[in-house]
């Protein structure tokens, strides 16, 4: 057997919510071999809330997770609770994935819900703030994009509302932007309280966490699925594969042909100094979580002490840390020019996991065994509502009733330069950014 892996610890990410977090659930690495019905691979949202899923339709469940519960994705982002894709709307999803892509946006358009709700079902006290999500646009002619998704979210029932100008000015409590839409139904959490907090309802109702546990890699053997690990082994009837834009991370040989079907781009995130009163009675004074029409992201939301978390894209790799706090302080300054002096308190990254179509990716990797990955930086929400839907299907719901439209991993060619260059792509966004359409 292998030597015993490192210690990797969500508090080496130096963010905000390590330092603000109450600890997870004791999770021992695994030793010796398991059993079990199902074996997650990964404990960020997708494969907590599927465990949780399994537990509560009383389906024994091993979940290996190669450093702790949310200390991927689920544990260093925005927490913003965001019910849509980045790029594609309904009408691309559905005309590329007919009826099941309509079972994917029925899904999307509620897991924002689902996922406030089930903090308050388990009460897990994740700072959740259901305040909404605005998307604001950052020229004139972009008030198009708000058109369009008000327009087609409408008609698929989500609850969303086109704002003008002014309407933005009030809700930002900022001149930038030039109206935009929102959806009630989204806001933002404290992500790796929620993540900890699915951690221990998920032990709690049963389900064996094993922390420290990389899979090397997994296969079929006889009509068993068997997940090894440094220390041992799992056997499993059913298989889910939840390790998203970190597959590559922890060993190579995992899923190399999903890791390849995606780039992970680094995403930068920030948290100022706790504002003052005033400032923060102006600054988006109804809470809302806030990204806009850049390519290159502006976002913002507050926590529950009153930071702004924010952050942004930086393209060399020298200093990283000091010209983003720069590049920030000045955009918040021209943002919100009450916000007065900036500190950042915290700066800290993680990989978003990027399609080329900035579509997510499903898959059936054999019987009763399933993945998906390519977040493209908008999952927190989706992650957590796609355990349900995980849970259903390795109890062998039919693909007619499953929110996910399952195609074949196709590995980008030429990955490892791919990757290399497509941060690259940040100066093209600039470029657009700048141009009206
Ligand atoms: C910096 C950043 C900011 C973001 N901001 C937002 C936002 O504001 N709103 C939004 O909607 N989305 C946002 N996202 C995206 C969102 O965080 C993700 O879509 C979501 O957390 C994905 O959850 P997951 O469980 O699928 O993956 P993850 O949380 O990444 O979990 C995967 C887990 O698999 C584990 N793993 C990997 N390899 C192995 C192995 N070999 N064996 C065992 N375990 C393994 C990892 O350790 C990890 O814990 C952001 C992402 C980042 C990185």
Redesign the pocket.
């Known amino acids: 057997m292998a030597s015993a892996p490192e210690k990797v610890s969500v508090a080496d990410h130096g963010s905000i919510w390590s330092a603000s977090t109450p600890g997870g659930p004791v999770c021992p690495p695994l030793a010796g071999a398991a059993t079990t019905d199902t074996v997650v691979?990964?404990?960020?949202?997708?494969?907590l809330s599927t465990a949780l899923s399994l537990r509560k339709a009383g389906i024994d469940v091993v979940v290996?997770?190669?450093?702790e519960p949310?200390?991927?994705?689920?544990?260093?982002?925005?927490?913003?609770?965001?019910p849509t894709l980045s790029r594609p709307d309904p009408d691309d999803i559905e005309a590329r994935h007919g009826e099941a892509g309509e079972r994917f946006v029925a899904l999307l358009r509620d897991c924002a819900a689902t996922l406030f709700d089930m903090a308050r079902e388990y009460g897990i006290d994740a700072e959740a703030e259901q305040t909404g999500w605005v998307q604001p646009v950052h020229t004139p002619g972009r008030i198009r994009i708000s058109e369009r998704r008000v327009a087609q979210w409408s008609k698929r029932g989500a609850p969303v509302e086109l704002l003008d100008r002014a309407q933005v000015r009030s809700m930002l409590g900022s001149e930038a932007w030039h109206g935009g839409f929102w959806n009630r139904t989204g806001g933002h959490i404290n992500?790796l309280a929620l993540a900890r907090g699915l951690a221990h309802a998920a032990v709690l109702a049963g389900a064996r966490i094993h922390g420290q546990?990389?899979?090397l890699d997994y296969s079929r053997q006889g009509d068993r699925w068997v997940v090894r690990t440094p220390s041992g082994e799992v056997r499993a009837r059913a298989l889910v594969l939840?390790?998203?834009?970190?597959?590559g991370?922890?060993?190579a040989s995992?899923a190399p042909r999903i890791a390849r079907e995606l780039v992970p781009i680094l995403?930068w995130?920030m948290a100022t100094q706790v504002l003052s009163d005033d400032v923060r009675a102006s600054v988006i004074p109804g809470r809302q979580a806030m990204s806009d029409t850049h390519g290159d992201l502006y976002?913002a939301r507050f926590d529950a002490r009153n930071r702004l978390i924010t952050g942004g894209a930086i393209l060399a790799p020298f200093d990283r840390r000091e010209r983003l706090k720069r590049m920030i302080a000045e955009r918040l300054g021209r943002l919100w020019p009450q916000i007065g002096e900036v500190r950042f308190d915290h700066v800290w990254?993680?990989?978003?996991g990027m399609t080329d179509d900035f579509m997510p990716r499903f898959h059936r990797l054999g019987p009763d065994a399933f993945a998906w990955a390519g977040?493209n930086?908008?999952?927190?929400?989706?992650?957590v509502a796609l355990g349900a839907e995980f849970a259903k299907a390795v109890q062998g719901v039919p693909d007619r009733e499953l929110a996910m439209p399952f195609t074949e991993p196709a590995p980008l060619p030429l990955h490892a330069v791919v990757r290399r260059v497509a941060p690259l792509m940040l100066l093209r966004y600039r470029r657009l950014d700048r141009a009206e359409i």
């Open positions: 691979i990964g404990a960020g949202f997708t494969g290996v997770e190669a450093a949310g200390w991927g994705a689920s544990g260093r982002n925005n927490g913003q609770v965001i992500p546990t990389p899979a939840a390790t998203n834009a970190y597959t991370e922890f060993s995992l995403s995130q976002f990254n993680g990989y978003v977040c930086g908008r999952a927190v929400g989706l992650a």
